[in-house]
Structure formats: C-alpha cells, structure tokens
C-alpha cells in the first residue's frame, strides 16, 4: 500500500517560509511524478507545483512562480515544497500528490498539512 505523510506544516507570518515534506513509502519512488496541491476553504483544489520522476522538469501555478521551489530526493523517498515570501493568500490545506503513469496509472494522496499565513 502506498502511503504518503506531508509533514513541515504550520503558521507563519508574511513575508516568511516555510518547508513542506512528503514522505513516500509503499512503492517505487522513481516510478511516480510527484505534485504538491492546496485547497482554500471555499476553493477547490488547485495544483501548485509538480516535479517529474527524475526531478529533471518542474511546474508551478503562476500564482507561486519565483517564490515556491519543488524538489525531490529519490534516494530518500522525498518530495519538498519549499515556500518563501508567503502572503495570506497561501493559506490553505497542502497536500501531496503521487501520479503513475507506469504500469498503469495510479493517484495517491497525503492526508494534507495546514499552512496558515496571517500576523
């Protein structure tokens, strides 16, 4: 069973960061292009950031362009979200999103992280 836990989670003032952690056990690390998604209260949920197998492609939403930074270390299993020159906006549930195109696809979801941004 794959099994994904985020972690790095909390309240930050603006204008600070913060580093978001997914843990991923079960399965294949390398087979999987890793995403990072957050859901607003109200909102539906949105992609923020993705990474492909070997970390040699990234995205991000325009809203979080030059201020949030996707990566990954295969060896540990990990993938990172690390988010600087946070705004209220950015508050929100964060969650981890594990996508397989090989051998079938397959979508795996952490149990989300709060990231509140607020003086």
């Known amino acids: 069973q794959v099994q994904l836990v985020e972690s790095g989670g909390g309240l930050v003032q603006p204008g600070g960061s913060l580093r978001l952690s997914c843990a991923v056990s079960?399965?294949?690390?390398?087979?999987?292009?890793m995403n990072w998604y957050r859901q607003a209260p109200g909102k539906q949920r949105e992609l923020v950031a993705g990474?492909?197998?070997?970390?040699?492609?990234?995205n991000y939403a325009d809203s979080v362009v030059g201020r949030f930074t996707i990566s990954r270390d295969n060896a540990k299993n990990t993938v990172y979200l690390q988010m600087n020159s946070l705004t209220p906006e950015d508050t929100a549930v964060y969650y981890c999103?594990?996508?397989?195109?090989?051998?079938?696809?397959?979508?795996?979801w952490g149990q989300g992280t709060q990231v509140t941004v607020s003086s």
């Open positions: 990474i492909s197998r070997t970390g040699g492609s990234t």
């Open positions: 079960g399965s294949i690390f390398s087979w999987y292009a």
């Open positions: 999103n594990a996508h397989r195109t090989l051998s079938g696809i397959a979508d795996y």
